[in-house]
């Protein structure tokens, strides 16, 4: 066992960790939408899975996006609004809806069901409009029909379909992977689509360019890719400057380990390329301020999580969701903390069924996978202001990289500091260190939580055996010189000091 030392600079403000960070995304893909937020109209209540809307509700999900994806830029959503039966059924150009199933669209998940969904759960939502195969003018009429208060058309078809107030709907992304599945764009093609979109749908807002909705573009791990499209997108020369709010990009990884026979270098492997995360937070964050400041533009992270080979168009992008993929969550989690500066939103892929989803269903049985666990842990840093960590960590060659094998980050909030610490080795226990400035931790209180202690980290979970995976309290020493707490293997803690 070698000791890791943490030290955390109280008075070294980061920003704020805003709330969104723990946001959710969800498309019409595999049993993400269809028999996991929603069933059909016999199901609990109008067709919603209770069970699902009472975890992600436990969890406070601060915002969720819909309806894809790639799925977004071939979704037309007026063929998803109305009376059901009179809803067009359509092929769906990327994914079946379930498994085994022709890929085609019912529609009868829409626009009204998923806002409504956002209110049972108390949460934002965030909806991704179609500009690789849409126009400006159905992307505008989408923002009408939702939160338009007046005596127009689409207003009234938003009241005959049951909902008399605006939705409010705030977050608005034109586009999704355009350079990709979203109509192969060049930076430049996307970036003059882009404000076009932005236009008309920022228009909407007291015609003026984006007062009160925050208006998102999809950009790419390939940062040369966003430094055009912030060219562009900001030349004055042809008209309002940076017509945006955020600037997004998607990070998968774990596209090479099997989950079922991962073993401990699949799994190194994996972090490594998690880790990538801040390298690419770093350089979208770049793009930005080459041609803006990032305190105007944040940066999103609207796809995240792990993609393992097991996740195949045919199954529904189902994967098992193991110990090892919540690890990797923890520590993206943590490099989300470290830039808070900047990070205005993250949505991991995706919420139910789906990828690293955080909830899985089997007929009448919902649970919660481990991922899920770290949220709930996690959650005692959203709202603070994060704040500087020095960490000294033994280390693991991984390829031409060195693995961390314990990871940090710490929040304060008034006279309270909230810390995570990740033990990310799978084959030993690490005894970590920590000191926190300004805090006589002698006098402190203390609580510590620790989750996955004792667990096999690749361990099958279902329904039987989901709850065992819960928070346990974590014994830790304190003295005037610091705090010290010792880790087993694939662990996380959660460490409250007053
Ligand atoms: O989440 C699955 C797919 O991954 C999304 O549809 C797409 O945006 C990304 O490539």
Redesign the pocket.
């Known amino acids: 066992m070698s000791n890791a030392h943490v030290t955390v600079h109280t008075e070294a403000a980061i920003g704020r960790i805003e709330p969104e960070v723990h946001g959710h ?1 969800s ?1 019409h ?1 595999g049993r993400c939408v269809y028999d996991g937020l929603w069933s059909d109209d016999t199901a609990d209540t109008d067709g919603f899975r209770d069970d699902v809307v009472d975890l992600l509700a436990d969890l406070e999900i601060p915002v969720l996006r819909w309806p ?5 830029d071939d979704y037309h959503w007026e063929d998803g609004v109305g009376p059901r039966e009179d809803r067009p059924r359509r092929r769906n150009l ?2 079946a809806q379930g498994i085994d199933e022709d890929p085609e669209e019912s529609n009868a998940f829409g626009t009204d069901e998923f806002l409504q969904l956002c209110e049972r759960v108390g949460t934002e939502p965030y909806l991704a409009a179609n500009v690789g195969s849409g126009d400006p003018q159905e992307a505008a009429n989408w923002v009408e029909y939702c939160n338009y208060e007046g005596d127009t058309e689409l207003a009234d078809r938003r009241r005959a379909n049951g909902h008399e107030d605006g939705y409010g709907v705030r977050y608005w992304g034109l586009g ?2 355009n350079w ?2 979203g109509g192969r764009m060049s930076p430049k093609q996307y970036a003059r689509e882009y404000r076009r979109f932005a236009t008309y749908v920022g228009s909407m807002d007291d015609l003026m360019l984006d007062e009160d909705l925050e208006l998102i573009a999809c950009g790419f791990e390939n940062h040369e890719w966003n430094r055009l499209f912030m060219e562009e997108v900001g030349e004055a020369e042809w008209g309002v400057e940076f017509p945006l709010d955020h600037l997004t990009l ?1 990070h ?1 990884y774990g596209r090479t380990m099997n989950v079922d026979e991962a073993g401990e270098e699949g799994y190194d492997q994996m972090l490594v390329e998690a880790l990538e995360m801040d390298r690419h937070i770093e350089r979208i964050a770049a793009a930005i301020d080459a041609v803006a400041t990032t305190r105007d533009i944040g940066v999103i992270i609207d ?1 995240w999580g792990t ?1 393992h080979p097991e996740a195949v168009a045919s199954n529904g ?1 189902e994967q098992p969701g193991t110990v090892f993929d919540a690890l990797s969550a923890a520590a993206v989690l943590d490099i989300f903390n470290h830039h808070s500066d900047v990070m205005t939103m993250s949505n991991i ?2 919420t139910v069924n ?2 690293q989803c955080l909830i899985e269903t089997d007929g009448d049985d919902a649970w919660a996978r481990p991922t899920y666990r770290v949220f709930d842990l996690y959650a005692s840093h959203k709202g603070n202001e994060s704040v500087r960590t020095s960490l000294e960590t033994p280390t693991r060659d991984v390829g031409e990289d060195d693995l961390p094998l314990v990871g940090a980050s710490a929040s304060v909030d008034g006279s309270e500091t909230f810390l995570t610490l990740t033990n990310l080795d799978c084959r030993a226990a690490h005894t970590v260190d920590v000191g926190v400035e300004g805090i006589d931790l002698g006098e402190a209180s203390v609580d510590a939580e620790v989750l996955f202690a004792g667990q096999d980290p690749d361990a099958e979970v279902d329904a039987g055996n989901a709850d065992s995976f819960t928070a346990e309290d974590l014994d830790v020493t304190t003295d005037g010189d610091g705090l010290s707490a010792d880790l087993e293997p694939a662990t996380v803690a959660g460490i409250t000091i007053r």
């Not at 894809?68 to 977004?72: D, E, H, R, V």
């Open positions: 995304f498309e893909l894809g994806g790639c799925f977004a990327f994914w999704n992977e990709g599945c998607h998968y796809e993609w992008l892929a995706q789906v990828l």
